[in-house]
């Protein structure tokens, strides 16, 4: 019976709070993903009472799939009767539970293949696994996608071999389902989804775009609207996809927070970063049907004056300030605009967690280097400690009402010392003695094609409302 009331209390999340297109009313419903496995310990202890199919079923629900273990462990199929479900407030978790009055359960004769395989999906911790060696096709063929710019391009670039494009994230708890563009595309029909960020998030868009066009039959359908061939000097960029009316969008925000100009004590103008203020790009993607965010690599000393004279809020300079408590105030002001101005009944919230560097002996611009690695790491405890941005994220998040799906892929970046540009970071470059090597970003086909494989399985999972009907 535990095994039941798992996979159901996904489904309510589903029925509820993630429904496509978002159109259910979501007053009072949150989801906390963070808190998952805190509350699920929580609902562990709770009472739980299924008396038959007609009476009540009252349980608290936890939040959603995507930060459990194994929500299920048992094989046991989808009940096909009806089971009214109502929720109480956990206070202690105020933000984590939604109320859900009731809720009918699909036929399991719809369509029972894609049903098991959302049942296994919902029940498995996607980013908790190993790279599998991966034959089969890239999601789109190495060095034909014309959308990949240089600096991705490690085969334009000369790099010689190709081992790291083969390999598979495999969670696990689960298989997930291979990246179908045309399944996507129909899913993502007349929606914008934007990607916020740095360059590593830059790295992802340029790889989703790329799937998605590979399964377009005319490959001239998607283009730049702006019609921008270099992709890295704007702001803002925006590919779309003319007969299914999408656009996947990248807006550049490395801090997330404004980078601003102030006059110092001499009237001289200095460049600052305002940690009270979102970037003002946000009212490009606040109404999108899907934004992703991430922040990171710029949270470095080196990036940022040393801490000295550079933070702002209103008209205050900080002197100094550690980049931790910068950052802690930059995700804050992030929050509260997300909390503020994004309506989660339309769109959907999610952060790409921190992409880990791999730079051996010196760093980014002191000589550290990469080059040379072929094989993602094997032996886990070579693998770092999570970093402390994520802890903060993680904490951050918990506090907000708005749903935020995390897509927690520093672990699975952590083993892959093999995926970036390294020497092949532009054409002719690994034959240019001295110059910085690339161990931050990803060769692509490369490490975000997964990561665009855990948005398509999360997606799916989240488009498979149509399986849940409301009494
Ligand atoms: C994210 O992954 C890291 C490393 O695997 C883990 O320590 C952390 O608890 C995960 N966070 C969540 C919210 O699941
Ligand atoms: C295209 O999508 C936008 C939303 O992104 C919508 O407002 C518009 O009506 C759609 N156009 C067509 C022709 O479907
Ligand atoms: C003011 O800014 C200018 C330009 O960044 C800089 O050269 C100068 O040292 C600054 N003066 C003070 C007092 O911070
Ligand atoms: C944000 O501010 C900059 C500089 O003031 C301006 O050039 C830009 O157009 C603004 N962007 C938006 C989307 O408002
Ligand atoms: C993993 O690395 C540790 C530390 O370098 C080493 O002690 C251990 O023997 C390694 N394990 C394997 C299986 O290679």
């Not at 390294?422 to 975000?448: E, F, K």
């Given at each position: 019976m535990a095994s039941f009331k798992k996979l159901h209390t996904i489904l309510m999340e589903f029925s509820r709070n993630l429904s496509w297109p978002f159109s259910?009313?979501?007053?009072n419903t949150f989801i906390l993903s963070l808190f998952f496995l805190v509350l699920f310990s929580y609902l562990s202890s709770s009472s739980f009472s299924q008396n038959s199919s007609t009476n009540p079923v009252t349980t608290t629900l936890s939040s959603?799939?995507?930060?459990?273990?194994?929500?299920?462990?048992?094989s046991s199929t989808l009940p096909k009767k009806t089971y009214y479900v109502e929720s109480q407030r956990n206070e202690d978790a105020p933000h984590s539970v939604v109320v859900v009055n009731a809720v009918k359960l699909p036929?399991?004769?719809?369509n029972s293949a894609e049903t098991n395989l959302i049942k296994k999906l919902s029940s498995c911790?996607?980013?908790?696994g190993t790279w599998v060696v991966d034959d089969s096709d890239q999601l789109y063929k190495p060095g034909a996608c014309?959308?990949?710019?240089?600096?991705?391009?490690c085969l334009k670039n000369?790099?010689?071999?190709?081992?790291?494009?083969?390999w598979r994230w495999k969670p696990s708890g689960c298989l997930l389902p291979r990246f179908d563009g045309n399944r996507m595309l129909e899913m993502l029909r007349g929606k914008r989804l934007v990607f916020v960020g740095d360059s590593l998030n830059r790295n992802m868009w340029e790889s989703l775009v790329c799937a998605l066009r590979e399964?377009?039959?005319?490959?001239?359908?998607?283009?730049?609207v702006s019609g921008w061939?270099?992709?890295?000097?704007?702001g803002y960029y925006s590919f779309r996809f003319e007969d299914f009316n999408i656009s996947v969008e990248f807006v550049r925000a490395?801090?997330?927070?404004q980078e601003w100009k102030t006059l110092n004590s001499t009237g001289a103008h200095k460049e600052t970063l305002r940690?009270?203020?979102?970037?003002?790009?946000s009212s490009i993607y606040q109404d999108a049907d899907i934004v992703i965010f991430n922040t990171g690599h710029w949270w470095t000393h080196d990036k940022t004056s040393k801490g000295k004279n550079y933070y702002q809020e209103g008209t205050f300079v900080y002197n100094y300030l550690k980049v931790k408590e910068a950052y802690t105030k930059a995700l804050h002001t992030w929050a509260k605009w997300v909390d503020a101005n994004i309506d989660p009944s339309r769109t959907r919230v999610f952060f790409r967690g921190y992409s880990v560097s791999h730079y051996r002996r010196g760093r980014w611009n002191s000589g550290g280097n990469c080059d040379g690695e072929t094989k993602p790491i094997t032996?886990?405890?070579h693998l770092a400690r999570y970093p402390w941005m994520m802890d903060i994220l993680e904490s951050v998040i918990r506090e907000m009402k708005t749903p935020v799906f995390y897509l927690n892929v520093t672990r699975m970046t952590d083993y892959?010392?093999?995926?970036?540009?390294?020497?092949?970071?532009?054409?002719?470059?690994?034959?240019?003695?001295g110059m910085n090597q690339d161990c931050s970003h990803w060769c692509l086909p490369g490490v975000p094609d997964a990561w665009n494989e855990l948005l398509y399985a999360t997606i799916l999972l989240l488009h498979h409302d149509s399986l849940i009907h409301y009494s």
């Amino acid at each position: 019976m535990a095994s039941f009331k798992k996979l159901h209390t996904i489904l309510m999340e589903f029925s509820r709070n993630l429904s496509w297109p978002f159109s259910s009313s979501t007053t009072n419903t949150f989801i906390l993903s963070l808190f998952f496995l805190v509350l699920f310990s929580y609902l562990s202890s709770s009472s739980f009472s299924q008396n038959s199919s007609t009476n009540p079923v009252t349980t608290t629900l936890s939040s959603p799939l995507l930060f459990s273990n194994s929500l299920y462990s048992s094989s046991s199929t989808l009940p096909k009767k009806t089971y009214y479900v109502e929720s109480q407030r956990n206070e202690d978790a105020p933000h984590s539970v939604v109320v859900v009055n009731a809720v009918k359960l699909p036929k399991q004769t719809k369509n029972s293949a894609e049903t098991n395989l959302i049942k296994k999906l919902s029940s498995c911790d996607f980013f908790s696994g190993t790279w599998v060696v991966d034959d089969s096709d890239q999601l789109y063929k190495p060095g034909a996608c014309p959308l990949i710019d240089d600096a991705f391009n490690c085969l334009k670039n000369g790099r010689p071999d190709s081992d790291f494009m083969k390999w598979r994230w495999k969670p696990s708890g689960c298989l997930l389902p291979r990246f179908d563009g045309n399944r996507m595309l129909e899913m993502l029909r007349g929606k914008r989804l934007v990607f916020v960020g740095d360059s590593l998030n830059r790295n992802m868009w340029e790889s989703l775009v790329c799937a998605l066009r590979e399964s377009l039959d005319d490959k001239t359908r998607v283009f730049e609207v702006s019609g921008w061939n270099d992709l890295r000097s704007k702001g803002y960029y925006s590919f779309r996809f003319e007969d299914f009316n999408i656009s996947v969008e990248f807006v550049r925000a490395p801090f997330l927070v404004q980078e601003w100009k102030t006059l110092n004590s001499t009237g001289a103008h200095k460049e600052t970063l305002r940690l009270d203020l979102i970037k003002n790009s946000s009212s490009i993607y606040q109404d999108a049907d899907i934004v992703i965010f991430n922040t990171g690599h710029w949270w470095t000393h080196d990036k940022t004056s040393k801490g000295k004279n550079y933070y702002q809020e209103g008209t205050f300079v900080y002197n100094y300030l550690k980049v931790k408590e910068a950052y802690t105030k930059a995700l804050h002001t992030w929050a509260k605009w997300v909390d503020a101005n994004i309506d989660p009944s339309r769109t959907r919230v999610f952060f790409r967690g921190y992409s880990v560097s791999h730079y051996r002996r010196g760093r980014w611009n002191s000589g550290g280097n990469c080059d040379g690695e072929t094989k993602p790491i094997t032996n886990v405890t070579h693998l770092a400690r999570y970093p402390w941005m994520m802890d903060i994220l993680e904490s951050v998040i918990r506090e907000m009402k708005t749903p935020v799906f995390y897509l927690n892929v520093t672990r699975m970046t952590d083993y892959r010392k093999d995926g970036h540009p390294s020497i092949y970071r532009q054409p002719g470059t690994q034959r240019t003695a001295g110059m910085n090597q690339d161990c931050s970003h990803w060769c692509l086909p490369g490490v975000p094609d997964a990561w665009n494989e855990l948005l398509y399985a999360t997606i799916l999972l989240l488009h498979h409302d149509s399986l849940i009907h409301y009494s």
